[in-house]
């Protein structure tokens, strides 16, 4: 039976993709789809579901910054934005039971303010999922995003505890004393090399933390988050986390085929859900005004916004243990899980469409930023610069390299990361902080002479757009791009790239290219004296 539902994610993803969605939306429908059909969840399916959501908030920890978490912009506006929208929530579902709607007619206040709590959650899951394949995991936005859903995770760890009555052991007060242990964590990671030791390594230390929280009375997804935050700031962090994400991608696939094969839904159910998520507009738009308060551009407070604008499975934990304690009908639980779904499509389908929304109201949500709204914004185009390199990772690194010195041409490099910056800046390069995507990024391009603008950044969509965004604010120098497939070569092209480096067919081209140019000694004499003449 497990490879049967294994068979219909596969199915039911690739379906998704074919139709330009994320396939998360393809495993979301074949649960459902597997459910109706009489197919249950099995001990297998919710062990690999567990396993995935260890997986990623472990590599969540590896890309955290803690400071980032104490910064008013993200824990005040995650309590603010918790007790507004549950309150409207709260409100609205007293509406529906006024309207005699199923399910809310006999609901008490007490349990309505209990679903609006679970809703006022967004989901980690799927908005991680969402800025890891857009390549928007590091940059500002997306760090807002992810440091308002850690606070969120944190108050649902005291939500929990509170409502259970489970105190911790009081083994959990030398939990503290895990950060001496940082140094034997880097040793580990250090003598694994890059393989899959590696990797196991990475997947070792998950489990160790969810077993060591569980072992002192707490919840097992939070220890699993705080290893990883123990290693962050180590030099193969990043390498551990790249090496860990498609493992974490299968894993993950269990999470949302188990939401579907969970619950039985009925047309009352589904109405209802429907209903509630006439509610998600409201969710993101506070989001956008609370963080435009704390000085967030327009645009960074509409992407982070988005971002978060769905359910989370945090609900459904919440509908669950309510319903074993008795504080709320059976019902819900299937309801809210549908609600929960049905909002990760609608989030998928705007955040696919995010930049291109903020282009088309880029004016009128203007209107809402304070005139302090300067903490993110972008510096102006470089001038005087015959070479752009946007995106500064080891490739646009080494290209930045390559070009000033065997080609003696003016470069700048361009990255969303910060202290990443600083740290071009300390070896002698020439960069700024600026976002490719970001309509308000290219202003002033008409001031530039550019001959060349080169685009190394790791997500294929990130560089489409980037690209069309550049033809259409009138650049039209040459453009180069790089891509790992054949497929990808030919979108860039259609983008307006001129050149595309498929770097994983021509890594060998270069590699021979560059042995031979250093060994003049091994060629034929005819080929050493065409080179010399």
Known sequence: MDSLIILAAFAFGFASRQIGQPPLVGYLVAG??????????????????????????FIIGLKLDIRSLLKPEIYRSTFEHTAAFGLVTLGFLSM???????????????QAALVAFA????????????????????????QIAVGILIVQDIVAVLFLTVSTGKIPLPWALLLPLLYFARPAFSYVLRSSGHDEVLILAGIILTFAGSS?????????????????????????????????????DIFLIGFFLNIGLSVQPSLEMLGIALVLCLLLPIKGAAFFFLLTRYKMRARTAMLAGLALTQYSEFGLIVAALSVKLGWLQAEWMATLAIAVSLSFVVSTLLNGR?????????????????????DDDPEAPARNVDVLIVGLGRVGSGAYD?????????????????????QHKAAGRRVIYGDAEDADFWEGLQFTHYKLVMFTMPSLSEMIDAVKQLRSSGYTGKVAAVAKYEDERAQMKAAGADVVFNYYAEAGAGFAEHALSNMQDILPRKHTEATAG
């Open 119 to 142: 809703l006022s959650f967004s989901s980690t899951v799927c908005t991680v999922a969402m800025l890891e394949e857009h390549g928007e995991f590091r940059v500002r936005h997306g």
């Open 212 to 248: 060591l929280f569980e072992l002192v009375g707490m919840k097992a997804d939070l220890g699993a988050l705080v290893f990883g935050m123990l290693i962050s700031g180590d030099k193969k962090a990043g390498e551990l986390a790249k090496s860990m994400i498609s493992f974490k």
């Open 354 to 374: 995010s930049h291109r929304l903020y282009r088309r109201f880029k004016e009128p949500l203007k209107r809402f930023e304070t005139n302090l709204a300067t």
């Open 32 to 57: 459902f789809a597997l459910g109706i059909a009489g197919f249950e969840s099995s001990a297998t399916i919710e062990s690999i579901a567990n396993t995935g959501i260890s997986l990623m908030l």
């Open 402 to 422: 390559t070009i000033e010195s065997q080609y003696q041409l003016r470069v700048c490099g361009v990255d969303t990361d910060k202290p990443k910056l600083l």
């Open 96 to 110: 529906l039971a006024v309207m005699g709607l199923p399910l809310v007619a006999d609901i008490s206040w007490q």
